[in-house]
């Protein structure tokens, strides 16, 4: 398995802030704003979709770490965009500088780091732990 990846691809992934994604529903604060666990899945998702197209077939990656800031809040009905770049492959590892920004200002940032799997193993050993 060889991927074609390079440094430097950059994801988006967008949301809207609704009741779906706020800190109440996560479970993570006690008022209506932009959840920090919700902020984490967009930018992982920035991460994920970007490298996606580059991948072998049967593969994809998975969240193995993330360290964020969660640095401003964002109200009902403003989106919210989570940008990715890839800054480093090594081997199977990859690992992203990520950002948010609502329509306003940079709401968070950080590291994220992804692991290169194939489906199928992942799958058939996650599903012997049950045994």
């Given at each position: 398995?060889?991927?074609?990846?390079?440094?430097?691809?950059?994801?988006?992934?967008?949301?809207?802030?609704?009741?779906?994604?706020t800190?109440?529903?996560?479970?993570?604060?006690?008022?209506?704003?932009?959840?920090?666990?919700?902020?984490?899945?967009?930018?992982?998702?920035?991460?994920?979709?970007?490298?996606?197209?580059?991948?072998?077939?049967?593969?994809?990656?998975?969240?193995?770490?993330?360290?964020?800031?969660?640095?401003?809040?964002?109200?009902?009905?403003?989106?919210?965009?989570?940008?990715?770049?890839?800054?480093?492959?090594?081997?199977?590892?990859?690992?992203?500088?990520?950002?948010?920004?609502?329509?306003r200002?940079?709401?968070?940032?950080?590291?994220?780091?992804?692991?290169?799997?194939?489906?199928?193993?992942?799958?058939?050993?996650?599903?012997?732990?049950?045994l």
């Open positions: 398995m060889e991927p074609s990846l390079k440094a430097g691809i950059i994801g988006e992934a967008k949301t809207v802030v609704s009741d779906r994604n800190a109440i529903t996560h479970g993570s604060g006690s008022i209506p704003v932009f959840a920090t666990p919700a902020m984490i899945a967009l930018m992982e998702n920035a991460a994920l979709s970007s490298v996606q197209p580059f991948l072998p077939e049967g593969h994809t990656t998975v969240g193995i770490k993330i360290t964020s800031s969660h640095i401003a809040a964002t109200p009902l009905g403003m989106e919210v965009a989570a940008k990715s770049e890839l800054l480093e492959i090594e081997g199977k590892r990859l690992v992203f500088k990520v950002e948010a920004y609502d329509a200002e940079k709401i968070g940032e950080g590291t994220h780091e992804r692991f290169i799997i194939n489906k199928e193993k992942f799958m058939k050993k996650n599903e012997e732990k049950k």
